[in-house]
């Protein structure tokens, strides 16, 4: 059968192209889904779907579909890494040296769940000393989850300390926050090849073509992949002391860096090690971060303060044995079922990647009964998914409720189309370690302080950057790109 769609996008790719250049991708595609129903052709080689049963065929555990060469814009130092590896082969094998570190034990309960606590504290502490008791949070959560996960990965050596206030970390954001970086990655995803020449010229070249350039340099994450690669040298040349400094558990480098050791001859090379924590790096600041800033810009909103009091009362009953110096311990967050409903309705609404994922499949495939050919890209997106208003009632409104006040089945349903950490073997990773960042975090911030939109912020939508697009709630007369000011008073 003929797949529906229009004939525009089928015809060449860069109709496709042309949203994304707009910034307008994601709604497009969403619109087109409205009106062609759960699967349209978006390309003259791609197609995009919005069904769970599109899903469990592409995303679901061994389905045999890969990642498409879209996500070696990721690679970092010229190599592949667990997020850019196409093969299921190379996925597994990386991911089997990585997996246990990432699990939920090891984050529940251990030393990971207490250096999470006391970043948690130092963010509070942050809070106090914030004049007027109002935070631009979109920096100051970036400041959280970047030294979180700095730490996480390197262990204290390569940590950041940006919410302590060390200039230099704190300046690592600023080649996230140029509104430029859209327009290099559309470059990078539409022209690699070009877009590659351009930023390796030199010389006379190089000052040339400097006024053309789609981002003037340091461009995107530069100053973070040079942290990154910093901390992967001074890790290794610690290696060679005798009373190198070691943390209370195996750091991601630390695990790399042993099973290189143990393989003869070695099992991966330097660059391999660096850009497998870098990507981690990469991947692990902003997707924490925007979520949590979008959960407390949500809670605050006048409209939704009985959400906030419901999550205060909940936060209040954890009792002396859940805190850890008066931070909630993670193995308690994970507990508060009323938090969960909020993480999940924040990351319905506001995903932070919400973005189609391109796979493709070397065999011929059926998917929701249409037959897709040998090496077309296929994809879905959270966006889409999310709002569909035959599974969540009045999709555009921020409601916890709807997690806890529905009947089982259509709970499951639910349950079926949240699709915020995407699913089977290329699911998020880091989904635990996020998870209790966030958690720790709300119940901290909600078991303190009374939140509200800042004066100067009040009508206006936090926007985030993800790939060429911004996104932020639709709702709202007025978008700022990478800033929101609440006020936090104490209760
Ligand atoms: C709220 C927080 C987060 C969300 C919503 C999120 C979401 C996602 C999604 C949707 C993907 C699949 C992307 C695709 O296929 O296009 C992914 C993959 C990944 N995420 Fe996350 N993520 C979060 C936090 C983190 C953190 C804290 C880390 C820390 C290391 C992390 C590391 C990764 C990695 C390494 C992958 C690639 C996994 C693979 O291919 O096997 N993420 N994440």
């Not at 631009?136 to 700095?150: A, P, W």
């Not at 690669?229 to 009373?243: E, G, P, R, V, Y």
């Not at 695990?255 to 391999?272: F, I, N, T, V, Y």
């Not at 692990?284 to 959400?307: C, E, R």
Request: charged letters at 20%; proline letters at 6%; glycine letters at 4%.
């Amino acid at each position: 059968d003929r797949i529906p769609g229009p004939r525009t996008f089928a015809f060449s790719r860069w109709r496709l192209a042309l949203e994304d250049w707009k910034g307008t991708r994601t709604r497009k595609i969403y619109q087109l889904h409205q009106k062609y129903g759960p699967v349209v052709r978006i390309g003259p080689n791609e197609v995009s779907f919005n069904s769970p049963l599109a899903l469990r065929t592409i995303y679901g555990a061994g389905s045999g579909f890969e990642r498409t060469p879209f996500y070696r814009m990721f690679d970092v130092y010229g190599q592949q890494n667990l997020f850019t590896f196409h093969s299921v082969k190379e996925h597994a094998e990386r991911k089997k040296l990585l997996a246990h570190a990432y699990s939920k034990s090891v984050m529940l309960n251990g030393p990971v769940a207490v250096m999470v606590e006391e970043k948690v504290k130092q963010y509070l502490d942050l809070l106090e000393r914030e004049p007027d008791g109002i935070s631009e949070i979109f920096s100051t959560l970036h400041y959280f989850s970047l030294d979180i996960i700095t730490e996480f990965l390197y262990g204290r050596s390569g940590a950041t300390s940006a919410m302590m206030g060390n200039k230099a970390h704190r300046a690592l954001l600023n080649d996230i926050l140029d509104p430029a970086r859209k327009r290099l990655s559309w470059f990078a995803v539409h022209l690699p090849m070009f877009t590659k020449w351009l930023y390796t010229r030199s010389g006379a070249v190089e000052i040339v073509l400097r006024p053309f350039l789609p981002m003037q340099k340091p461009t995107t994450y530069t100053g973070i992949r040079q942290h990154a690669l910093d901390a992967f040298h001074i890790f290794k040349s610690s290696q060679t002391k005798q009373n190198a400094e070691r943390s209370s558990y195996q750091t991601i480098i630390e695990r790399l860096w042993a099973h290189h050791q143990s393989q003869k001859p070695g099992g991966l090379k330097d660059m391999e090690i660096a850009s497998e924590c870098a990507d981690h790096l990469l991947a692990g600041i902003d997707t924490t971060s925007d979520t949590l800033m979008f959960l407390i810009w949500a809670l605050s909103l006048p409209q939704n303060v009985k959400f906030q009091e419901t999550l205060n009362e909940e936060v209040s009953c954890l009792t002396e044995l859940s805190l850890n110096s008066g931070i909630p311990n993670a193995d308690s967050c994970a507990k508060l079922r009323y938090l969960d409903a909020i993480i999940k309705e924040t990351l319905r609404l506001y995903a932070p990647l919400p973005a189609s994922e391109p796979r493709s499949s070397p065999i011929p495939s059926t998917i929701d009964t249409f037959e897709i050919p040998a090496g077309a890209c296929v994809s879905m997106s959270p966006y889409a998914l999310h709002r569909n208003p035959d599974v969540f009632n009045d999709p555009l409104a921020f409601n916890p409720d709807r997690w806890l006040e529905t009947s089982p089945e259509k709970l499951n349903e639910m349950k079926k189309w949240w699709w915020a950490f995407s699913s089977g073997g290329r699911m998020c990773i880091g989904i635990h370690l996020a998870m209790v960042e966030m958690t720790i975090l709300a119940a901290a911030v909600y078991k303190k302080y009374r939140t509200s939109i800042a004066p100067s912020f009040v009508n206006a939508t936090p926007g985030i950057t993800s790939r060429f697009e911004v996104f932020y709630d639709e709702m709202f007369p007025n978008m700022a790109e990478h800033v929101c000011y609440i006020e936090f008073r104490k209760r």
